[in-house]
């Protein structure tokens, strides 16, 4: 059967254990922790502010996005090391967790885990026996809520849904493009220029324009526009007349403000209603350029420089084949160091213990070969006579010479023989 908390967010799986005599485990409940009181703090606080929590989703992600990034690469595998430290950090005995040897990639993407988990990681051991130990540290609290797979969900979405707003507004900024012009954009203008100044002296351009008023305002990034309208209600003027009007009238009014020294330059503009500018002429006139010398490019076809080799120069051939040269090295190292990353035991154990036994074996024989040389150098050495035969000489100590009856008396000679005592 299964008991729960109060809130019922705990759940565990006990026996029933109930008989005639007692009820068992029927009535047992568990104690909410703090992340029941947690979770009723959020609820109280849904309902008095009346949000829904299944429409409000928190889109925080607690990974980084390096993290994030090196458990696409490999998502199965990354989700069993995600998975033993959620076991680890829900084990209030355990303070230190060990993995078995592993390449150095996914040794990195342990230590950038156990970094959003607030542990603190080491790898220990050289290769190919290198493995990580990650240690739980006062500045550990508890395992993120959400789980890799969910971040990479939600970053996704963010992804697509910003595409999606750039989308929109690229094809808002191309169609503001295809409107044509509505008004006059006047950049710099004089320090202490007033609208009443400005409208008294361009007045007698403006109302050259049959049939078009124009309304005059300051921008916050202090330029001045002048919007073209019909001059009265019953008044019906197409887009195009406006533009046309108003490229017609560019030039005598930029020859008046230039004149009076009233603003840098003017340009034709295009204004929504809230006197946004959403394209000018100098934006028009950029893109055709660019596309004119695209155009051009492309219809006069690649060209090729003459060749020029300086007396005593190098070709531009060597530099470009120590790059090859360079480049082909670069490759072999990186596929030298990936074999040596994928030659990795994977029963470290046994290995070690062979390796300490190859040890042993080499030592057993350094001491062998010792004792050996000891003997040789403590046994008889062997010199040539002068007769040329092969004489053995025992080195022996002068101190420790006994010498035996009567041989110095042999060596004397008959004469010197000892002379028998009378009795």
Known sequence: MLITCDCQHLKQEVKCNASK??????????????????????????????????????DHIPYSTSTLHMFQESVKWAQIQEREFRVFAADEAEKRLRFKPMPPQQRAFLHSLAEDFGFDSESMDPEPHRHVFVFKTPRFVMAPMKTLAECVRIRTAAAVEANSSAIADTQHRLQANNEPFNGFLLTSPRFGLTLEELRSDCSPTLDSAP????????????????????????????????????????????????????????????????????????????????????????????????????????????????????????????????????????????????????????????????????????????????????????????????????????????EHAQQPTLA
Request: charged content about 35%; glycine content about 6%.
């Open 21 to 58: 005599a007692g009820e068992g485990n029927s009535k047992k409940t568990l104690k909410c922790d703090e992340e029941c009181a947690r979770l009723e703090r959020n609820r109280k606080l849904a309902l008095a502010l009346n949000i829904d929590p299944e429409a409000h989703k928190d």
């Open 211 to 414: 049939g078009l008023a124009f309304d005059i305002s300051f921008l916050p990034s202090e330029q001045i526009v002048l919007k073209a309208h019909p001059a009265t209600s019953a008044t019906t003027i197409s887009a195009l007349s406006i533009e046309a009007a108003l490229k017609a009238l560019k030039s005598p009014l930029t020859f008046t403000i230039t004149a009076k020294h009233l603003a840098y330059s003017v340009h034709l503009c295009t204004l929504d209603p809230s006197l946004n500018v959403l394209r000018r002429e100098s934006d028009s006139a950029g893109n055709s350029d660019g596309w004119s010398r695209v155009a051009a490019k492309a219809a006069v076809g690649p060209r090729s420089a003459p060749r020029q080799v300086a007396v005593g120069g190098k070709s531009s051939f060597t530099v470009l084949g120590s790059k090859l040269k360079d480049a082909k090295r670069k490759k072999e190292e990186r596929e030298k160091e990936k074999e040596r990353e994928e030659d990795v035991v994977e029963d470290w154990e046994e290995e070690v213990r062979r390796e300490e036994e190859r040890e042993r074996e080499r030592a057993k024989g350094k001491e062998r070969l010792e004792v050996v040389g000891l003997e040789n150098a403590m046994g008889e050495d062997h010199v040539v006579g002068q007769d040329g035969m092969a004489t053995e000489v025992t080195t022996t100590d002068p101190a420790s010479r006994t010498e035996s009856p009567g041989s110095d008396s042999a060596a004397l000679g008959p």
